[in-house]
Each structure stands twice: as structure tokens, then as C-alpha cells.
């Protein structure tokens, strides 16, 4: 059937039925008489769905034929710094030297910037020098060797009977107190250490240093200024590289860690790269419908700058398989008129309508027999 011809019957019934809905409504018909239009329009809504259907052209699905095109497509990407951080001090300090400029290379450990610190550095040199004293261990050892040395005294006189016994006693008692004065100033000593190691950790927090090796990416203050809570520094690393995408719902499953995927940066001249599969989200996103997934691109030389767009090629064999490529879906349409309910939509287009006769005597305002024609 052609669409002229489809849509020509489509008219036919549609103005049919709305004379049947007139002529019910405008005779005040009981409720018989009403249940026989409704079977009628029952009929000529089923007629009308099968017009609406056979003058409508068929759709091809989405996953065959075009859909699988766009599966190839290349994904639009964004390539990042690895690692990015806002270095800042722990202390609220004035800043005293700037060792690093936008743009220099830095390497793990190195200095940026240093804070007004002459007070933790007196405090730490006093310490060193408190923890190198050692004149009380000495004096302590001596004290303790004497009265060893006093106590062996007393126990050969002992022995012969020229003193007696209580200064024996007497004697181990000195070496005793003797031994812990050695461990108290041993201890002190410790201490003084400790104390040295506290004040150059107190002086080191005045000193901004970079965790790793990469490029200041930003510097935040200048000579004399006052830091506090804001960062000083912005180091990032950008050898590797990290590339992020964004994969439709419909790929999850088919990239694994280790995967390697052909990279095409958005830079006139830059070759393609081949960047490697880190990490697969586990968790899909609602309101896009994708997972995220990153990739390690590395960047010898820094060839490439962080920031770039570029496009993502999926291996071939990560595209799911499409069910039924040529598979044919009927498109639907909204061709039945709105006064007609989805329950009379629904009748059989088989039901075929009796002609009845009708008693409308009963029915007020009506003083004579009608009938329903059929359609």
C-alpha cells in the first residue's frame, strides 16, 4: 500500500469516527446505546493504528548500520598533568627566598621557597651544641670508676679483718649512686639530641620543597610577602602524562588495564602517541551514561604540553556486538485522535461490530427507536 493511498484511508476513518462521536453525544443516548459507540470507535481506532503503521516508513536499528560507525568513532579526550599540587607552608612566616620561576624544571627535594627563619636556626645550632656536650658523661664515668675502685678497697680490708664490714656496705652504696648519675647525664645527653632534631624540624617547615620532579606550573608570591594559609607554588609532573575519557555505558567491559590506545593530539605537528590503559571506573555515571577511563601517555623531552585536546581512537575489538544489524524497528507515531482513550485504542482489530437495535424509549428526552449504524 502506498503512503498516498495509506494516508488518503487514514482521513476516511478519522472523519467517520468524529460523525459517530457527534451523532452520540447530540442525541443524549442511554448507557447502552454509548457502549455500542465505544465498540464502534474501538474498530475504527484499530483501523486507524494499522493505516498510521502502513504509511509510516521503517527505521533501521541503531545498533546496526550507522550505530555501528559511531561505535568507531574516535572519543574526544583531554591530556593532563600526572600530578598536580599547590605547595604551601605549614607556618605563617614572611617569604625571605624564591629559588624557582614559572616554568623551571625541578627535581624531588629541591628548594622553591624559604620563610624568614632566624630564630629556628639559632634554636637549632643552640641545640646542636647542648647535644655535643658530653663533660658530664665524663665526669660521671670518673665518679663511677672511683668508687669501684673504693669498693674493691674495702673488701680486701675487709678480708683481713683491718675494717669492718659497714664500710663495705657503705662503699657499694657510693658506686651505686655513682652508676645512676652516668645514666642520668647519658639520658640528658639523649635529650639534648632530640632537642637538636626538633629545632631543625621546626626550621625546615620555613622551607617550601618540591615532593617531585616536574615544571612550576605557577608561583603564587613574591619577596616579602606574608604566607598563611594560600599555596606558594604550583609543581606539576608532566612526564608521564595522563589522558582521561569519557566511554559510553554501551563499551564497559571491553578495555582492560594494559590496553593500549592510539592517541591524536589537537596540536599542528604533534605525531600520534600511544598512551596505556591505567585504571577502568567501576562505577558508571547517571547523568552522562559513561565511565571514566585513564590512560598513561608518556612524555620523554616534554614533547607534548599538559592541557591539549585530542581524539582517542578505541581498539577495534572493544566495540560490543550489535544484536541483529539490519534488524527493522517500526517507528511509532502518534496518529490516533486524542478523544479516543488508550482502553479503546486497544480493542481487537478482529472484533467486528453487530447492528443493534436499541430501546430508547426509556432514555429521557428521546420519544422514539433508533439504531446505531455500523461503520
Known sequence: MSARTAGGMTGRITGRITGRIARCMAGRLGALALA???????????LLASGARAATPPVRNAMG????????????????????????????????????????RVAAGQLLVALHAEVEHANARVAATRSQVDADVLAARANVDLARQKMERAEALVAQNFIAAQAVDQARGELEVARQKLNQSIAQQAVARQEQRV?????????????FAGVVVERFVNLGERVEEKPVVRVAVVDPLKVELMVPSAQYGTLRDGDRITIHPELPGAPDVVATVRSVDTMLDAASNTFRV??????????????????????????????????????????????????????????????????????????????????
Open 36 to 46: 455500542a459507540c465505544a465498540s464502534t470507535l474501538g474498530v475504527g481506532a484499530s
Open 65 to 104: 548500520g550507522a550505530g555501528a560507525a559511531q561505535a568507531g568513532r574516535a572519543l574526544g579526550c583531554l591530556i593532563e598533568p600526572d600530578r598536580v599540587a599547590d605547595l604551601g607552608s605549614p607556618v605563617v612566616g614572611v617569604v625571605d627566598q624564591l629559588r624557582v620561576e614559572r616554568g623551571d
Open 199 to 211: 629545632a631543625e624540624a621546626q626550621s625546615a617547615q620555613r622551607q617550601v620543597r618540591s615532593p
Open 294 to 375: 585513564r590512560l598513561a601517555l608518556p612524555n620523554p623531552g616534554q614533547r607534548l604540553p599538559a592541557g591539549l585536546r585530542c581524539k582517542a581512537d578505541l581498539p577495534a575489538g572493544s566495540t560490543p556486538a550489535a544484536a541483529g544489524a539490519g534488524a527493522i524497528v517500526p517507528a511509532i507515531t502518534s496518529a490516533i485522535p486524542p478523544a479516543i482513550t488508550p482502553a479503546t485504542a486497544a480493542a481487537p482489530a478482529t472484533a467486528r461490530p453487530t447492528r443493534l437495535k436499541l430501546d430508547l424509549e426509556s432514555a429521557p428526552g428521546t420519544p422514539r427507536r433508533g439504531v446505531v449504524p455500523t461503520l
